[in-house]
C-alpha cells in the first residue's frame, strides 16, 4: 500500500464524516422548526392528541415536565445538547424512548428498502439483458415497461398486487406478518417503480457500449451474446445505476411510509406517519435522524462500489 | 340482508350470540353451541392508542381496545338502559348530591387486588388527579367531588350539583375501573399493562405492531346484558392495526384477520355479497355527524343566512350514492342510539327558492363576476375546515357536494382539507364558517357540552366544544335544568325542547349517525357492540369452525 492511498482515503472518510454531521445537524434543526410552524400544541399531543380537552393543570403540568415552556431557542439548544449525547429524548405519543423505539423499528424498514434495491436492480438487469439480447420488438417493449414502472404511485401497485396476490389468486398474505410470504408484495411495490428508473439508465448506456470499440472487438474474438453482457457490457452500464442507487435507497425509504401502511409492517415509515400526524417532535426528528444517516452511509458505500467498477476512480 | 340497527333492536341475555347471527341471512350456525378456545384476530383501522389506560386521555381507540380487559360500574343494554356491571344497584339521594352504589361481590383484578368500594375511590381520585393527564374521564366527574367507601362493597359518590348524566358517564370505558395497587405503578408501566376485571388480560403489546390479550381464566363480572356467565371463550385475542382500509378488508377476507372496524361504505356494500363476512351497524352514541354553522361571526350570525343555507343545500342525494346506502340520513342533533333523540325531518325539505327569497330578504342581493351574493361588496362567503383524519373519504365528497350545492345558492364554500392538528388549530383561532367535528360521549348531556353558552369560552389549549357558537340564554336554561333533574320524563321533556330549539335555531345540518361497522367472519360468533360507546366486546364470541 502507498500512503499516498491511504492519505487520500482517509481525507474521503474525514470529509464524509463532516458531511454527515452537517447532514445531520441541518436535518434537526429543520425538523425542530419545521413542525413549529405548523398549527397545534404539542402538549395537547403528548395529553392524547387535539381535541382531548385536556384541563388547564394538565397542560401546564406536561409543558413544566417537557420544558414546553422555554423559549424556542433554549428549548433548540436543549435538544441539539440531547442529541449531540445520542439522546433523542422519550416520544410524546408512544412515552417510550425514541432511541429505543428506532432500533426496534429500523431493521425492518432498512432489510425491506434494501432487498427492494437489490430486487429493483434484478428486474433492471434482467429486463436489459432481455432488450439488448433479444432484438428491437423486446427493446420497445422492455422500454415501454420501464417508463410505466418507473411512474406508478406506490399506493396503487400496492392496492392492485394485493388485489391480484391476495383477494384474487389468494397466494400472498394481504398483510405482512413477519413471514417471508408477507415480505413479497411490500418488497416487490417498492422495487418496481425504482427498477423502472434504473432500468431506464442503466440501458441507456448499455446501449452506449454495446456501440463501442472494444465491444465489437470482443464480438470478433468469438464472446457469446451473454458472455459480451455480462463480462462487458454490464460492468459499463451499471455505473450511472450504481451512482443512482443512493438515491434510489432514498426513495425507497420513503416509499416505505406507504408500503408500511398499506401492509401493516412496523417501522420507520410508519412510525414517522403517525408521528407528523401527532406533532410527535422527538419521534418525527429521530426519525428523520435515522434515515438521513441511513441515505449518507448507502451514498458512501455506492461511492465505493462505483469505485470498485469503475477502474478510472482509483487511477492516481 | 343487512340489519341497521342490531345493536338496538335485539335484547335479552341471549343479545351477544343473536347479534353477530343477524347480520346476515340464514346463518346456520347462529344457534350453534359456543366453542371454548383459539385466538381471535382484530384489526383496527382507528390509530394505535398511545397508552393502554383510558383514563389517560380518554379517545376512541383505546375505548376499542380497553373493553376487553377493563370494566365499568355500569353498562347500557340495547334498549338504552343502564344495566348493572361492576355495582349490582344503585340509588340517587333525594337531594341529587349524592349516589350510593352497592357494588358486585366477589370480583377481583387480574392482579389478586379485590374490587371494593376502595377501588371506585382510588379509580375517581386517579382520574381527577392532573398528571393522570385525563381528559375524558376527567370532564365527566365534573360534578364528582369525590367517593367515600362506606363499607367495603358501598361507595358513595359526592356532587356539587345533581347530575342526571351520572349513570351514563360511568358507564363509559374512559371511567373503567383499574387496580388501585397497579395504579400506583408508574403511568409508563401502567400505560403498558393496565390492570383490570375485565374477560381478557393485556399479556403484551408490541408497539406499531399488536396487542396481545389472554383470557382471564378466573373472569366472573360479565354485565348483566352479556350472553353467558363464567370465563370467555377465546384462549387470546391478538390485536393489530393495519391502518389501511383497502388492506384491512383484504386480510379479513383472507381470513388472516377475523374482525375489523371501521368498515367504509364501498367495503361494506361488498361485505354485503359475501356469505363468509357479517356486519354489525353500531352508531357511536352522543352527537350525530352533522355541518354546524358558526354564528359567533358573519355571515351565519344572521340566523335568516343560516336557514337558507340548511335548507337551500340538498344532502341527501349525495348521502345516498356516496355512502352507497349504508348510511342513514338524521335529522338530529343526537345519534339515533340516544333514547332521547329528537328529529324534526319537516325542517329539512329543500327549498332552494325559499334559501334564495331568504338571502335576497336577507340583504345579499348583488352578485359578483364569478356569480356569487354580495352585499355591501362583501362576497357572501363560508370556510370550511375538514379534518381529513376524521371525516372518511365519503365524507369529504360529500362536503364537496355541499360546495357545489351551495354554490347555485350564490354561496361561495371553501373547503380547507387539513390534518388534524392544524384543524383545531383553525377552529381555535375562530377561522371556520362551516364545521363538522364528531363527539363520542354516552347520553343527551353531551348537548350541554356542544350547545351551551359556557362552551364558546376556550379551554387553556384553545379548544371549544360549541362550534356552532350558538348562544342562547334559554336554550342554556333548558340544558342546565335537564343535567340537574332526577325525574326521567321532566328529563326527556327538556332534551327534546332543547333538541328543538337547536334545530328550529338553524345552527346544525344533521347528517348521519357516526358511522361505526364491523365486519366479522361468519365462523365467528357472540361478537356484539357494547351498547355504551359501541365498542365491541369479545367476551361472549367463539370461533364455530
Known amino acids: 500500500m502507498r500512503p499516498g492511498r491511504w492519505r487520500r482515503a482517509g481525507r474521503w472518510l474525514v470529509g464524509r464524516l463532516l458531511g454527515a454531521v452537517f447532514v445531520l445537524w441541518a436535518v434537526a434543526t429543520l425538523i425542530f422548526f419545521a413542525i413549529r410552524l405548523v398549527p397545534g400544541d404539542p402538549a395537547e399531543a403528548i395529553l392524547g392528541g387535539p381535541g382531548s380537552q385536556a384541563s388547564a393543570e394538565a397542560l401546564d403540568t406536561v409543558r413544566r415536565q417537557y420544558g414546553l415552556d422555554q423559549p424556542l431557542l433554549v428549548q433548540y439548544l436543549a435538544q441539539l445538547g440531547r442529541l449531540a449525547t445520542g439522546d433523542l429524548g422519550t416520544s410524546y405519543s408512544l412515552r417510550t424512548d425514541v432511541g429505543r423505539l428506532l432500533l426496534d423499528q429500523l431493521p425492518g424498514t432498512i432489510g425491506l428498502a434494501l432487498l427492494s434495491l437489490v430486487v429493483a436492480w434484478l428486474l433492471a438487469i434482467g429486463t436489459a439483458w432481455w432488450a439488448t439480447l433479444s432484438g428491437r420488438v423486446a427493446a420497445t417493449v422492455s422500454s415501454g415497461l420501464e417508463v410505466v414502472a418507473s411512474a406508478v404511485p406506490h399506493f396503487w401497485l400496492a392496492s392492485l398486487l394485493i388485489l391480484v396476490f391476495s383477494t384474487g389468486l389468494g397466494l400472498l398474505p394481504p398483510v405482512s406478518t413477519g413471514t417471508p410470504a408477507g415480505l413479497v408484495l411490500p418488497v416487490v411495490t417498492l422495487a418496481i417503480p425504482v427498477a423502472g428508473f434504473l432500468g431506464q439508465v442503466t440501458r441507456d448506456s448499455l446501449l452506449d457500449a454495446a456501440a463501442a470499440p472494444f465491444a465489437i472487438s470482443a464480438r470478433a474474438r468469438g464472446e457469446s451474446p451473454s458472455g459480451l453482457f455480462s463480462r462487458h457490457l454490464l460492468r459499463h452500464a451499471a455505473l450511472p445505476g450504481l451512482a443512482l442507487s443512493g438515491w434510489a435507497f432514498g426513495s425507497l425509504l420513503s416509499g416505505a411510509v406507504v408500503v408500511e401502511s398499506v401492509f401493516a409492517r412496523p417501522g420507520l415509515g410508519r412510525t414517522l406517519l403517525g408521528a407528523v400526524t401527532l406533532r410527535d417532535i422527538p419521534l418525527v426528528t429521530g426519525v428523520a435522524l435515522v434515515s438521513a444517516l441511513a441515505y449518507v452511509v448507502v451514498v458512501a458505500l455506492g461511492d465505493l462500489a462505483e469505485r470498485a467498477v469503475d477502474p478510472r476512480g482509483r487511477a492516481t | ?545
Not at chain 2, 364569478?370 to 363560508?382: E, N, P
Not at chain 2, 349517525?513 to 360507546?533: F, I, K, M, W
Request: charged letters at 20%; glycine letters at 6%; one cysteine or more.
Open chain 2, 1 to 545: 340482508m343487512r340489519s341497521r340497527l342490531p345493536a338496538l333492536i335485539a335484547a335479552t341475555a341471549a343479545a351477544g350470540l343473536v347479534l353477530a347471527g343477524c347480520t346476515s341471512g340464514g346463518d346456520p350456525d347462529a344457534s350453534s353451541t359456543p366453542v371454548a378456545g383459539g385466538t381471535l384476530t382484530y384489526a383496527s383501522g382507528d390509530a394505535e392508542p398511545t397508552c393502554l389506560d383510558p383514563h389517560v386521555g380518554g379517545n376512541y381507540p383505546q375505548a376499542l381496545v380497553s373493553t376487553q380487559y377493563l370494566e365499568s360500574l355500569v353498562s347500557k343494554d340495547a334498549n338504552g338502559d343502564v344495566v348493572p356491571w361492576l355495582a349490582d344497584s344503585w340509588e340517587e339521594a333525594d337531594d341529587g348530591l349524592s349516589w350510593t352504589f352497592t357494588l358486585k361481590d366477589g370480583v377481583t383484578f387480574t392482579d389478586g387486588t379485590p374490587f371494593d368500594a376502595a377501588a371506585v375511590a382510588a379509580n375517581v381520585a386517579h382520574l381527577q388527579d392532573p398528571t393522570t393527564l385525563s381528559s375524558t374521564g376527567y370532564l365527566a366527574l365534573g360534578k364528582v367531588t369525590g367517593v367515600e367507601a362506606v363499607d367495603d362493597r358501598t361507595a358513595r359518590f359526592d356532587l356539587s350539583a345533581p347530575d342526571s348524566a351520572l349513570l351514563e358517564s360511568l358507564s363509559q370505558p374512559w371511567l373503567a375501573m383499574e387496580s388501585p395497587e397497579a395504579l400506583t405503578r408508574t403511568q409508563e408501566v401502567n400505560c403498558e399493562s393496565p390492570v383490570g376485571t375485565g374477560p381478557f388480560v393485556v399479556d403484551s403489546w408490541t408497539k406499531q405492531q399488536q396487542v396481545v390479550l389472554t383470557r382471564n381464566d378466573d373472569y366472573t363480572s360479565p354485565p348483566a346484558d352479556a350472553g353467558h356467565q363464567g370465563p370467555a371463550y377465546l384462549d387470546e385475542i391478538v390485536w393489530r392495526f393495519i391502518p389501511d382500509s383497502a388492506s384491512r378488508y383484504a386480510a379479513l377476507q383472507a381470513g388472516q384477520v377475523d374482525v375489523i372496524d371501521n368498515a367504509q361504505p364501498d367495503t361494506l356494500v361488498a361485505a354485503a355479497k359475501d356469505d363468509s363476512l357479517d356486519e354489525i351497524d353500531a352508531p357511536r352514541p352522543g352527537a350525530s355527524n352533522r355541518i354546524e354553522l358558526n354564528a359567533g361571526k358573519a355571515p351565519f350570525d344572521d340566523p335568516a343566512v343560516r336557514e337558507a343555507f340548511i335548507r337551500g343545500v340538498d344532502v341527501d342525494s349525495g348521502i345516498d350514492s356516496l355512502f352507497f346506502g349504508t348510511a342513514k340520513r338524521s335529522y338530529s342533533p343526537l345519534s339515533s342510539v340516544e333514547p332521547l333523540a329528537f328529529s324534526d325531518e319537516s325542517l329539512f325539505d329543500v327549498d332552494a327558492d325559499a334559501a334564495n327569497d331568504l338571502l335576497d330578504q336577507a340583504g345579499w342581493t348583488t352578485r359578483d363576476a364569478d356569480g356569487y351574493r354580495t352585499k355591501d361588496g362583501v362576497r357572501l362567503a363560508a370556510t370550511f375546515p375538514v379534518s381529513t383524519n376524521q371525516s372518511i373519504p365519503a365524507e369529504q365528497s360529500l362536503f364537496e357536494q355541499v360546495q357545489a350545492g351551495a354554490k347555485d345558492l350564490g354561496f361561495a364554500v371553501t373547503l380547507e382539507p387539513l390534518d388534524l392538528s392544524s384543524w383545531y388549530g383553525a377552529l381555535a383561532a375562530n377561522e371556520y364558517d362551516l364545521v363538522s367535528a364528531p363527539y363520542t360521549k354516552v347520553g343527551p348531556d353531551v348537548l350541554r357540552i356542544l350547545y351551551d353558552s359556557a362552551g364558546i369560552t376556550p379551554a387553556p389549549s384553545g379548544y371549544f366544544a360549541n362550534l356552532s357558537q350558538t348562544d342562547d340564554p334559554a336554550l342554556d336554561d333548558l340544558l342546565t335544568r335537564a343535567s340537574e333533574t332526577s325525574d326521567a320524563d321532566e328529563r326527556a321533556d327538556l332534551y327534546q325542547q332543547a333538541q328543538q330549539t337547536i334545530l328550529e335555531g338553524w345552527h346544525v345540518l344533521p347528517l348521519y349517525d357516526q358511522q361505526n361497522h364491523y365486519l366479522v367472519r361468519s365462523e365467528v360468533q357472540g361478537v356484539r357492540a357494547l351498547p355504551t360507546v359501541q365498542a365491541p366486546t369479545m367476551y361472549d364470541a367463539y370461533k364455530a369452525s
